[in-house]
């Protein structure tokens, strides 16, 4: 039974982040129409958001220390950070140690001005194409970007690391009744989870209780009766393409204690991702985060040393085999909309 609860918190780990990038990618499907393959590439550069925020804060200038001396016996000179000019040593010392959940609020601005630079520079004049043409165009900016952030963060992993607070691990088995030490699960894995949680309960709340919202489901349903009602349709599509932006980067930024970023963790996302959205139903927002979850759970359970020793490999292509099945029997995807990618 412990073995089977640990699957299940791994599988939640992963399957927020499946469900927030594909809750993205639903977002700009069902508003817009445009297969975005380049969603992925707004998860990493959220990533490096964080990443940036962090080497901005450790920005430090050399100090002689009177009080330390190096083997020679000279004053010893240190660094430090700028940040603790301004705030104060222990204030600039605790900004550092939480930039990573800070940078939310720097990434958020800047996540939502890349999203609509996207739709108006690009996106837009796609509208109307062929998704095989969409799904081109915007892989082809995926790969740009994804070399941008290699020009300039380099090819090697940074590892950007959670707040100290969130350091180590929980003792999950001793919380819900089991032995202790059975049940042991990293901290910042669980408030991951929280996060997304919370991220994918506000867009649901946005879009269900606000006038906005509304307006865009029913652009969703028939756009073009909301445009013959005098209201500008294409604006608000515009800026829930940069709030989709903004769900992938939040989604990234959060992400990085848990996975170094790199220059291609973009792309490992995006096809994950996008296999989560068609199994859910293209289209579908509660189709996208329910697959999210499962495929994550179903991707750890089938990571089992057990099941790996019976079927080995299965933990890398099970995604698949589960895509395959679905669409062979329901090819809608669990909660798809009729009509949907259907001639």
């Given at each position: 039974m412990?073995?089977i609860i640990?699957?299940?918190?791994?599988?939640?780990?992963?399957?927020?982040a499946?469900?927030?990038?594909?809750?993205g990618?639903?977002?700009?499907?069902?508003?817009?129409?445009?297969?975005n393959?380049?969603?992925g590439a707004l998860?990493?550069?959220?990533?490096?958001?964080?990443?940036?925020?962090?080497k901005?804060?450790t920005?430090?200038?050399v100090v002689?220390?009177?009080?330390?001396?190096?083997?020679l016996?000279?004053?010893?000179?240190?660094?430090?950070?700028?940040?603790?000019?301004?705030?104060?040593?222990?204030?600039g010392?605790?900004i550092?140690?939480?930039?990573?959940?800070?940078?939310?609020?720097?990434?958020v601005?800047?996540?939502?001005?890349?999203?609509v630079?996207?739709?108006r520079?690009l996106?837009?004049?796609f509208?109307?194409?062929?998704?095989a043409?969409q799904i081109?165009?915007?892989?082809?900016?995926a790969?740009?970007?994804q070399?941008?952030?290699?020009?300039?963060?380099?090819?090697?992993?940074i590892?950007?690391p959670?707040p100290d607070?969130?350091?180590?691990?929980?003792?999950?088995?001793?919380?819900?009744?089991?032995?202790?030490?059975?049940?042991?699960?990293p901290?910042?894995r669980?408030?991951y989870?929280g996060?997304?949680?919370?991220?994918?309960?506000?867009?649901?709340?946005?879009?269900?209780f606000?006038t906005?919202?509304?307006?865009v489901?029913?652009?969703?349903?028939?756009?073009e009766t909301?445009?013959?009602l005098g209201?500008?349709?294409?604006k608000?599509f515009?800026?829930?393409?940069?709030?989709?932006?903004?769900?992938a980067?939040?989604a990234?930024?959060m992400?990085?204690?848990i996975?170094?970023?790199?220059?291609?963790m973009?792309m490992d996302?995006?096809?994950?991702s996008?296999?989560?959205?068609?199994?859910?139903?293209m289209g579908?927002?509660?189709g996208a985060?329910?697959?999210?979850?499962?495929?994550?759970i179903?991707?750890?359970?089938?990571?089992?040393?057990?099941?790996i020793?019976?079927?080995?490999?299965?933990?890398?292509?099970i995604?698949?085999l589960v895509?395959?099945?679905i669409?062979?029997?329901?090819?809608?995807?669990?909660?798809?909309?009729k009509g949907?990618?259907?001639?």
């Amino acid at each position: 039974m412990d073995a089977i609860i640990l699957q299940i918190l791994n599988g939640l780990d992963k399957g927020s982040a499946y469900a927030l990038i594909a809750l993205g990618l639903t977002l700009i499907f069902g508003t817009l129409g445009v297969v975005n393959f380049a969603h992925g590439a707004l998860f990493m550069i959220g990533a490096f958001c964080a990443v940036t925020l962090n080497k901005l804060l450790t920005l430090s200038h050399v100090v002689i220390d009177e009080t330390k001396t190096d083997f020679l016996g000279n004053p010893l000179k240190v660094q430090v950070p700028y940040v603790n000019d301004i705030f104060g040593e222990a204030a600039g010392a605790a900004i550092i140690d939480w930039s990573v959940p800070l940078a939310i609020f720097f990434a958020v601005p800047v996540m939502i001005a890349i999203g609509v630079i996207m739709e108006r520079g690009l996106i837009k004049h796609f509208y109307k194409r062929p998704h095989a043409d969409q799904i081109l165009v915007t892989f082809g900016l995926a790969i740009v970007l994804q070399e941008i952030i290699k020009y300039f963060y380099g090819a090697n992993p940074i590892p950007t690391p959670a707040p100290d607070a969130f350091k180590g691990s929980f003792d999950f088995g001793a919380a819900i009744g089991f032995d202790a030490n059975t049940i042991i699960y990293p901290y910042w894995r669980l408030v991951y989870f929280g996060f997304a949680s919370l991220i994918i309960g506000a867009v649901f709340a946005f879009l269900q209780f606000t006038t906005f919202g509304m307006v865009v489901r029913a652009g969703m349903a028939d756009r073009e009766t909301v445009g013959l009602l005098g209201i500008n349709i294409d604006k608000r599509f515009t800026i829930m393409f940069g709030l989709a932006a903004a769900v992938a980067g939040l989604a990234g930024v959060m992400y990085t204690p848990i996975n170094s970023p790199n220059y291609h963790m973009g792309m490992d996302f995006l096809v994950l991702s996008f296999v989560v959205v068609v199994v859910g139903g293209m289209g579908s927002l509660p189709g996208a985060v329910l697959a999210g979850f499962l495929l994550g759970i179903l991707e750890s359970f089938a990571s089992m040393r057990e099941i790996i020793d019976i079927i080995p490999g299965i933990n890398q292509v099970i995604i698949y085999l589960v895509a395959v099945i679905i669409l062979l029997t329901r090819p809608r995807g669990l909660m798809g909309r009729k009509g949907v990618m259907e001639d």
